[in-house]
């Protein structure tokens, strides 16, 4: 990263009453590593919390890590809290155990990169850096 570059600001968001937070600190180390700002929101995240996160913290990725199932539902509400709060223009990706048959359910409702279990940490990196101008 040269001088004039700005920093990739990245929400990590653990939704709901998934326990499950390994993962989620191996993707947020990758991403520090990558260069990014990561914002790590720490276990069992409502809608809100998030979308409030997203917000006062100005980050350019939202992002979630769902390993308990409940990734269309808590997605669903997710959804019109962020457009409530203008943030349709962020990147909005998701990890996690998202069996084949909800990705394109994750699309529709808008998030962009979807990475299922078992998806490469560089990966999802050049996604993002990719993806966010």
Known sequence: MNA???R?????GKPGLDG???GAKVV???MMDAGFEVIYTGLRQTPEQIARIALEEDVDVISL???AGS???F???LKPLLEANGLTDKLWVIGGNL???DHEALRELGFKGIFPSGSKLDAICEYIRKEVK
């Open 75 to 77: 997605c669903r509400k």
């Open 71 to 73: 990734h269309l539902p």
């Open 99 to 101: 069996p084949a048959q």
């Open 20 to 22: 499950h937070d390994q």
């Open 65 to 67: 890590s769902s390993m």
């Open 28 to 30: 947020a180390r990758a």
């Open 4 to 6: 004039t570059e700005r």
């Open 8 to 12: 990739i600001k990245v929400l990590l």
